[in-house]
């Protein structure tokens, strides 16, 4: 079974929209949980981290996380084309830090 | 502010030939990581170390080594390089996972591997 899982899409909304991204993951001990975007090309680089059930914001990027469910999601509200990127769930049970395969957003102008 | 720093960023391998992918930190982080991403694909774990001296497998190790003897470097050793290993590598390091404290990851820019 793999340890994190994601719908690897390809996901496509129009400009202004909310777009919304899911992870689920195996281990139900993980306690933090991390969203990374990925432009082609690049490396991954950090959006946002959630440990605690319910949701966390920071600015056009919520969080939601339930450990009950073992799932983690991203909404990205009023997505522009420069959100059009890979998106990366993270769980790191112990001393591992293990992905999921990306979700590809693309947001149509 | 360097961070993760790897070398080199692009190389293509002759089948059966053998390189080292340098990386290193200055942030001081403890933990360490190699992955490699296939296109179109995730990041798989290769190796990781949690300080000088430990090392140990992650999701796809073989075909690699690593080594770290000192807390700044950890590299990534391709012995008898394959096709399959063709892919982008990336080094990474971290403080440590401690939950609350959102100790993420920081990348290196990657390593474009090409074996022919």
């Known amino acids: 079974q793999k340890e994190v899982e994601q719908n690897s899409g390809p996901l496509s909304v129009p400009e202004g929209a909310i777009a919304s991204l899911n992870c689920t993951y195996s281990d139900r001990g993980s306690q933090s949980f991390f969203w990374y975007r990925q432009y082609s090309g690049k490396s991954p680089e950090l959006i946002m981290f959630i440990y605690s059930n319910g949701d966390k914001e920071d600015g056009r990027f919520t969080a939601q996380l339930n450990k009950a469910s073992q799932y983690v999601s991203l909404l990205i509200r009023d997505s522009q084309p420069s959100d059009s990127a890979t998106y990366l769930c993270?769980?790191?049970?112990?001393?591992?830090?293990?992905f999921g395969t990306g979700t590809s957003l693309t947001v149509i102008p | 502010n360097a961070g993760v720093t790897q070398t080199p960023k692009f190389r293509i391998l002759k089948i059966g030939q053998s390189m080292t992918l340098q990386c290193t930190q200055d942030m001081n982080h403890n933990y360490m990581y190699w992955y490699r991403q296939d296109p179109g694909m995730g990041l798989k774990l290769i190796y990781y170390s949690v300080g000088a001296g430990i090392t140990d497998k992650g999701e796809v190790p073989n075909g690699y080594n690593v080594s770290r003897s000192t807390t700044e470097d950890f590299p990534l050793r391709l012995e008898l390089a394959a096709p399959s290993q063709t892919s982008v590598y990336f080094c990474?390091?971290?403080?440590?996972?401690?939950?609350?404290?959102?100790?993420?990851?920081?990348f290196g820019e990657g390593s474009w591997l090409t074996v022919v």
């Open positions: 993270a769980v790191p049970p112990g001393n591992q830090f293990y």
């Open positions: 990474a390091s971290s403080y440590s996972q401690g939950p609350e404290s959102g100790n993420t990851i920081y």
